[in-house]
């Protein structure tokens, strides 16, 4: 079984990564025999990444993928769906079946005996963020002309605009499965007229993920020159760079906010590195975590790498999914309705704040409110989180007997 990944990475973003080892993982649990090609925007990076993955199995190879959002490479894209046009017209009308493409990226799909699409939840047009919904479908474009079966795997969708509506319509109706990670996604698909009857939810697929032994933890720790008690807390904190560049203020506010639950609370925070962009103009939450750093006056007790936490508080949501996982209790402040829906998932979805509407005083008293409780949700989440993994794990499952 040759499976293609596609409209995703797994070097960059830890969310990304999160998604490509937990599907890899849940497919080779059905398809024991089941191998994989990630078509990437960042070869070099992915491929690096990929030996990691492959350290006991080399189940995952890389692939370039033509297709970055500049003027050249839509030309070059566009080059080879008219190819791909024409082999699948020799393929249906001649019975050329074994027709070679010599393209690397379309011999991907031709080769492919399945499609996976883990866009994410870039299938979507965010007013202020992204609108990438028909950039992500033309990643599907050459599934649908080599008649290759595809998914849409773990994913959370919309909104749209007018102009995506059409492009997003098509694509998801001719999907073998469509796995939805939240309700509001398969409203929004209901919203566009999609009828595709193969529309399953369950929980993101990164909560298939076993969480990291407490050793490796404190090896990471110790090998960053990080000593910790045994008695003192720490809380993980996860700012966005993506929120920076749209609020002025959001570092001023994470600095007030680590500096107040310190005081409150006792603790040492733990600022956690989840995006790490391979050029200087992107959004490396790196740099935003020096900022936030930088204008903290309790310097002291905050590090920065990932750490075993009394309590997590994240902009990124596969960050928060590891702390979920791990019976962690999590607060959000994110911008898309996907935060809300994964911790509907587990019941926390009180603590899911917007970070245009949401005041520090509120965030502050929230994370009062979740770090009094701690001991009653980290026994709640234990139950919670484990039915998040039979859900994500099930995913793979569903996909097996809709594709047989």
């Known amino acids: 079984m040759n499976i293609l990944l596609i409209n995703t990475n797994c070097s960059y973003n830890k969310g990304s990564e999160a998604q490509v080892v937990s599907t890899i993982s849940a497919f080779r649990k059905v398809y024991r025999d089941a191998k994989f090609l990630l078509l990437s925007y960042v070869y070099e990076f992915d491929q690096e990444s990929a030996k990691a993955i492959n350290k ?18 839509f030309i070059c894209y566009s080059y ?33 005996d399945m499609v996976i ?3 994410g939840d870039t299938i979507a047009d965010h007013k202020n963020f992204y609108s990438v919904a028909i950039k992500n479908c033309l990643g599907v474009l050459p599934a649908i002309i080599l008649n290759k079966p595809y998914v849409i795997y773990s994913q959370s969708i919309g909104p ?58 404190k090896e990471i720790l110790i090998s960053e020159g990080i000593q ?11 700012v966005s760079r993506l929120i920076e560049i749209r609020n002025d203020q959001y570092v001023s506010q994470m600095a007030k906010y680590i500096d107040a639950i310190i005081e409150e609370m006792k603790v040492k925070v733990i600022l956690v590195p989840h995006v790490a962009h391979y050029d200087e103009s992107s959004q490396d939450s790196r ?23 009394s309590l997590f508080m994240g902009s990124y949501m596969h960050a928060c999914i590891a702390a979920l996982s791990s019976g962690v209790p999590t607060i959000v402040l994110g911008w898309a309705h ?35 409780d701690r001991e009653k949700v980290r026994r709640y989440l234990s139950e919670k989180a484990e039915q998040a993994r039979e859900s994500a794990l099930q995913a793979a499952e569903v996909v097996k007997q809709v594709i047989e």
């Open 80 to 112: 080879h769906i008219i190819i791909c046009i024409l082999t699948a017209i020799l393929q249906k009308f001649i019975c050329l079946n074994k027709l070679k493409l010599n393209q690397t990226f379309l011999k991907a799909y031709n080769e492919a």
């Open 338 to 372: 996907k935060y809300k829906g994964i911790m509907s998932l587990v019941g926390l979805d009180e603590f899911v704040f917007d970070y245009q509407s949401t005041s520090l005083e509120h965030l502050i008293e929230a994370t009062l409110k979740q770090w009094k």
């Open 117 to 119: 699409d883990l866009s």
């Open 287 to 309: 740099d935003t975590q020096r900022r936030v750093f930088e204008n903290l006056k309790n310097k002291s007790k905050v590090v920065v790498v990932n750490g075993n936490y």
């Open 228 to 238: 910790l008690t045994d008695n003192e807390p720490l809380v993980g904190i996860s």
């Open 160 to 217: 749209f605009r007018w102009y995506s509506r059409w492009p997003v319509r098509f694509c998801f109706n001719r999907a073998k499965a469509i796995i939805l990670r939240e309700k509001i996604s398969i409203n929004a698909l209901q919203l566009i007229n999609v009828k595709n009857e193969n529309v399953f939810l369950k929980a993101d697929c990164a909560f298939a993920l076993d969480p990291a032994p407490h050793s490796r933890i």
């Open 56 to 73: 006991e199995n080399d189940i995952l190879s890389v692939r370039g993928y033509p297709m970055n959002g500049n003027r050249h490479t």
